[in-house]
């Protein structure tokens, strides 16, 4: 399988390994390793979407704007968005992988790869004789800048406290060392940004080298979570988004860290870009790529039932945006009567019908207990999954109608007679409805 895969892949290719969705950590640690040690591919951690932007930004648009040279060929390699469905009625199962990109880039899929491994597992005390079957599933998919889209990025560079750039970006609470547009702790610095259309993202660009995670940002009145929950210090880095939006911006308030830099020209940092971009999308061109299923030569009785590749997005723990403080049950969000989950506003697949599927991997309610998916407040699924369940459990993928094109997602538990009542959501899977 790395053999045919890294066949796709000219010598100069950057490959981003990884994804946010199942064996997201497996894609780059293996896959991508074997790529980069056996074949002598550049390869990429693939952390989290604002990491990925940024890096396919500088490849393909600043650093051949910059440079003068032609960008190198830049490749994503995704694990699958979510344990794979079962759709009523298909014999196959349904892996995801998720195509959608911000402006100005677009993914052409390349190739589909499905492995499947057994094993022994080890036991105590005697020789091992169960086998366990491993499987992973992985899309190969090629990035490039479209022209039109490009066109369509509203961009802003700030210098000595203005903005240039299209139309009118008045700034204003700054301080200007060195002619750097620096923040401050105690007064944001306020951008009011120009009309615009429709859903679409954010990203600002900080001065390379400040505390970017100690920022406090403030969109239309609303705080905006930085980080993903989960342990560990918060990631520094230089540019913050896409964050996604329903309707355009109008006011960003920006506040600095509370951690000072003495050796930077602004201490608590400063602002050097901001970008609008339009909503996520997939490819525009859907040339098949090829699909192939690798699994041993033998199947020990248990026949494997080649997967369907298709297009989706899963909203995991690693979503940016949602509370760092969200509490976790290992890889899953815990949800409980009272504390709804809410997802920061996502781009879906297609206009406004789509299909979703929830994934808990632990589950504690009474007969009564249910849970709920909304959309902007719109109720799309009540479910009622078993009473208690410690390992995965997927909801049927159900046919839904979104009331707006780029909704934000709440998931809630609702039970009255049990106290101590809880899910853990392992992901929640948006696919666009089949025909």
Request: charged content about 20%; hydrophobic content about 40%.
């Amino acid at each position: 399988m790395i053999d045919d895969l890294a066949a796709e892949l000219p010598e100069r290719a950057v490959v981003l390994a990884g994804g946010e969705g199942w064996h997201h950590v497996h894609v780059f640690s293996q896959l991508g390793g074997a790529l980069a040690f056996g074949h002598g591919r550049t390869v990429l951690p693939y952390r989290s979407r604002e990491a990925a932007y940024a890096v396919l930004h500088e490849l393909l648009v600043a650093g051949p704007a910059a440079g003068g040279e032609p960008p190198p060929p830049v490749y994503l390699l995704l694990g699958e968005a979510t344990h794979p469905l079962r759709l009523p009625g298909a014999a196959a199962p349904l892996a995801l992988v998720d195509d959608l990109l911000p402006p100005p880039f677009v993914a052409r899929p390349v190739a589909f790869a499905e492995l499947y491994l057994d094993r022994l597992t080890p036991v105590d005390e005697r020789i091992p004789d169960r086998v366990t079957r491993t499987d992973l599933r992985v899309g190969l998919l090629e990035v490039r800048v479209d022209p039109a889209r490009r066109a369509a990025v509203r961009s802003w560079r700030i210098d000595n406290g203005r903005a240039e750039g299209p139309g009118p970006l008045n700034l204003s609470s700054y301080y200007l060392p060195d002619g750097q547009t620096c923040l401050d702790v105690e007064h944001p610095l306020v951008l009011d940004l120009p009309p615009g259309d429709g859903p679409g993202s954010l990203v600002l660009v900080a001065q390379p080298g400040g505390d970017t995670p100690g920022w406090r940002v403030v969109v239309d009145g609303r705080t905006v979570p930085l980080d993903p929950p989960g342990p560990g210090p918060a990631r520094a880095r230089d540019t913050l988004g896409p964050i996604a939006f329903a309707t355009p911006p109008r006011r960003v308030e920006l506040w600095g860290s509370q951690r000072p830099r003495d050796d930077l020209t602004c201490p608590y940092g400063g602002l050097a870009e901001v970008r609008l971009l339009g909503p996520d999308r997939g490819p525009d061109d859907r040339t098949p790529a090829w699909t192939r299923t690798y699994s041993p030569p033998q199947d020990l009785g248990h026949r494997v039932t080649p997967a369907r590749f298709a297009p989706g997005r899963a909203l995991t723990r690693l979503r940016a945006g949602l509370d760092p403080a969200r509490e976790l049950d290992g890889p899953a969000l815990v949800v409980r009567p009272g504390t709804p989950l809410t997802f920061p506003i996502e781009h879906v697949p297609s206009a406004t019908s789509i299909t979703l599927a929830v994934t808990l991997r632990g589950v504690r309610l009474s007969p009564v207990g249910r849970v709920r998916v909304l959309a902007d407040d719109v109720t799309l699924l009540e479910l009622d999954p078993p009473d208690s369940h410690d390992g995965a459990w997927h909801s049927p993928p159900t046919p839904v109608v979104l009331p707006s094109r780029a909704p934000q997602l709440r998931v809630e538990v609702v039970d009255p007679e049990l106290p101590d009542a809880h899910v853990a959501l392992r992901d929640l899977v948006l696919l666009a409805t089949p025909g």
